[in-house]
């Protein structure tokens, strides 16, 4: 940690402290063994590491029937991707390899080596040989999920690649950037439903669900694209529609001229209102997986991409260079994921609020982004009530006995009578506590004030290390109230029943 993190943190003290509630209390829910893993299973997890910072920890932490045909998964497909953005590799012998990737992944000692020598993952492909050696050994359903991931999106990005050889390379239409993304990313959520189901570990509708499936990799790969734009503009690459940035500018290259800040601003968040509308979609998928770490491996990602949009949203610094949510942030969207999806629907809902917050009358889509807001906080109400039956029948039933005792003129004459009468001895009424010693009262000052410093300290460093106060007030109020009647809540319960997932 460099001074410029210290003097970061000393003024975010909240970020330090998810940073280290994750390190300390973090507790995968399966772990991998690497002592009993071949070496070519073992250098295929380093490749792992080396290739993908964001999905290496939550794939070395699925349950064990997945953890290898997801593992080879990802490399498979960042193996393709590798080939496809490579521009020193000549068009024919690109779309050649792409086209026929699904199959010479399987071929026993298979590798390539005909990437440029700076191609960041070339050294994968130069030994992935040791990924097909591991990719036959996983079991025949899960390779034939793959192979046909693997074949259609071969064939997208060697129709793209073609497109790009012809001068056709750019995003024209809203349609061809739902394509593209479906390609890239829409099929990886397609092919990874398919695994979970049929490892059982996922509820078999999500298979009929296909909206449902291609929207968790659209949402993500649509927040990339947003927050990447600089990055792709210095590499000569542009991935916004023309159908959006039309309406705002005459050419792409002008969103990043500083006279036209404005016009950038609202076409960006025009490209915000196009992600955001796949976030209820992701929530509802969420609810069909059945196991935690396959719960954690989807979720993750998506607390990611609604932080990453509302911190993109109506910011100018996308047009200057590649902005990131913070560590300390990430920890704590990762803290509030890993546990279920009532917890990443509060995470869902704190950033909507922050996008509805920023968004401004002035921007042309300030109506429809306020709609796409207010249609995810509508989905997580429909699932999560905010209010709790029960305390409002309590609260029903008490409120009018309450407001007759306030109101009851002689209770307040009894009251009033009670404090000044001077007929009770000293300390028993307001004219006691009035007369009390100074000295005493110092004391009791003095003995208050060094037990609240102490606990003051000792609560902070057990809230430092993760401490859940707002539990413990919750179930001590459970266990002090009244049991009440449950019918009402029981009522809810069956009207927002999600069994037809």
């Given at each position: 940690?460099?001074v410029?993190d210290?003097?970061?943190?000393?003024?975010?003290?909240?970020?330090?402290?998810?940073?280290?509630?994750?390190?300390?209390?973090?507790?995968?829910?399966?772990?991998?063994?690497?002592?009993?893993?071949?070496?070519?299973?073992?250098?295929?997890?380093?490749?792992?590491?080396?290739?993908?910072?964001?999905?290496?920890?939550?794939?070395?932490?699925?349950?064990p029937?997945?953890?290898?045909?997801?593992?080879?998964?990802?490399?498979?497909?960042?193996?393709?991707?590798?080939?496809?953005?490579?521009?020193?590799?000549?068009?024919?012998?690109?779309?050649?390899?792409?086209?026929?990737?699904?199959?010479t992944?399987?071929?026993?000692?298979?590798?390539?080596n005909?990437?440029?020598?700076?191609?960041?993952?070339?050294?994968?492909?130069?030994?992935?040989?040791?990924?097909?050696?591991?990719?036959?050994?996983v079991?025949?359903?899960?390779?034939?999920?793959?192979n046909?991931i693997?074949?259609?999106?071969g064939?997208?990005m060697?129709?793209?690649?073609?497109?790009?050889?012809?001068?056709?390379?750019?995003?024209?239409?809203?349609?061809?950037?739902?394509?593209?993304?479906?390609?890239?990313?829409?099929?990886?959520?397609?092919?990874?439903?398919?695994?979970?189901?049929?490892?059982?570990?996922?509820?078999?509708?999500?298979?009929?669900?296909?909206?449902l499936?291609?929207?968790?990799g659209?949402?993500?790969?649509?927040?990339?694209?947003?927050?990447?734009?600089?990055?792709?503009?210095?590499?000569k690459?542009?991935?916004?529609?023309?159908?959006?940035?039309?309406?705002?500018?005459?050419?792409?290259?002008?969103?990043?001229?500083?006279?036209n800040?404005?016009?950038?601003?609202?076409?960006?968040?025009?490209?915000?209102?196009?992600?955001?509308?796949?976030?209820?979609?992701?929530?509802?998928?969420?609810?069909?997986?059945?196991?935690?770490?396959?719960?954690?491996?989807?979720?993750?990602?998506?607390s990611?991409?609604?932080?990453?949009?509302a911190?993109?949203?109506?910011?100018?610094?996308?047009?200057?260079?590649?902005?990131?949510?913070?560590?300390?942030?990430?920890?704590?969207?990762?803290?509030?994921s890993?546990?279920?999806?009532?917890?990443?629907?509060?995470?869902?809902?704190?950033?909507v609020?922050?996008?509805?917050?920023?968004?401004?009358?002035?921007?042309?889509?300030?109506?429809?982004?306020s709609i796409?807001?207010?249609?995810?906080?509508?989905?997580?109400?429909?699932?999560?009530?905010?209010?709790?039956?029960?305390?409002?029948?309590?609260?029903?039933?008490?409120?009018?006995?309450?407001?007759?005792?306030?109101?009851?003129?002689a209770?307040?004459?009894?009251?009033?009578?009670?404090?000044?009468?001077?007929?009770?001895?000293?300390?028993?009424?307001?004219?006691?506590?009035?007369?009390?010693?100074?000295?005493?009262?110092?004391?009791m000052?003095a003995?208050?004030?060094?037990?609240?410093?102490?606990s003051?300290?000792?609560?902070?460093?057990?809230?430092?290390?993760?401490?859940?106060?707002?539990?413990?007030?919750?179930?001590?109020?459970?266990?002090?109230?009244?049991?009440?009647?449950?019918?009402?809540?029981?009522?809810?319960?069956n009207?927002?029943?999600?069994?037809e997932?």
């Amino acid at each position: 940690m460099g001074v410029a993190d210290v003097v970061y943190y000393t003024f975010h003290f909240q970020e330090l402290r998810s940073i280290i509630q994750w390190k300390t209390w973090h507790a995968p829910v399966h772990e991998r063994n690497p002592e009993k893993e071949s070496v070519s299973l073992r250098v295929c997890f380093d490749f792992l590491d080396k290739t993908s910072r964001s999905f290496s920890t939550v794939i070395q932490e699925l349950h064990p029937e997945l953890l290898v045909p997801i593992a080879l998964f990802y490399l498979i497909l960042r193996g393709l991707d590798t080939v496809e953005d490579d521009m020193t590799i000549t068009l024919d012998e690109k779309m050649t390899v792409l086209r026929e990737f699904h199959q010479t992944a399987e071929k026993e000692g298979w590798s390539f080596n005909g990437n440029g020598p700076d191609e960041k993952d070339r050294e994968l492909l130069v030994q992935f040989h040791y990924v097909t050696e591991e990719y036959r050994k996983v079991k025949p359903v899960y390779r034939e999920i793959i192979n046909d991931i693997t074949r259609q999106m071969g064939d997208g990005m060697a129709d793209y690649c073609k497109k790009a050889a012809d001068g056709k390379a750019g995003v024209d239409s809203v349609k061809d950037y739902d394509l593209y993304c479906y390609y890239v990313a829409g099929l990886v959520g397609n092919g990874l439903t398919r695994l979970f189901v049929e490892s059982g570990l996922a509820n078999p509708a999500l298979n009929q669900r296909l909206h449902l499936q291609t929207s968790m990799g659209l949402f993500l790969q649509k927040t990339n694209i947003i927050r990447d734009v600089r990055e792709d503009w210095d590499d000569k690459r542009r991935f916004w529609p023309r159908e959006i940035w039309s309406k705002y500018v005459e050419d792409f290259d002008d969103l990043f001229r500083p006279e036209n800040r404005e016009a950038a601003l609202n076409c960006s968040s025009d490209m915000v209102l196009n992600s955001l509308n796949h976030a209820d979609e992701c929530l509802f998928y969420l609810a069909g997986l059945k196991e935690q770490s396959v719960f954690n491996f989807a979720a993750i990602p998506q607390s990611m991409a609604i932080a990453t949009l509302a911190l993109v949203f109506r910011n100018p610094d996308i047009f200057q260079k590649n902005i990131k949510i913070t560590k300390g942030s990430a920890c704590q969207v990762m803290l509030e994921s890993t546990q279920n999806l009532q917890k990443v629907c509060e995470v869902f809902t704190r950033f909507v609020r922050k996008i509805h917050k920023k968004n401004t009358p002035k921007d042309p889509n300030f109506l429809k982004i306020s709609i796409a807001c207010g249609k995810v906080e509508q989905f997580i109400e429909s699932i999560f009530p905010s209010q709790d039956p029960q305390a409002l029948q309590r609260a029903a039933e008490a409120a009018p006995q309450l407001a007759k005792k306030a109101e009851d003129p002689a209770a307040i004459k009894a009251r009033e009578e009670e404090k000044w009468d001077l007929s009770e001895p000293p300390g028993t009424n307001l004219r006691g506590k009035l007369i009390l010693t100074s000295g005493v009262v110092y004391m009791m000052i003095a003995v208050m004030g060094t037990m609240f410093v102490l606990s003051c300290v000792m609560i902070g460093l057990a809230w430092l290390f993760g401490a859940r106060f707002d539990v413990a007030v919750d179930q001590l109020t459970q266990r002090f109230s009244s049991q009440a009647d449950t019918a009402p809540a029981q009522t809810l319960v069956n009207k927002y029943d999600q069994r037809e997932l």
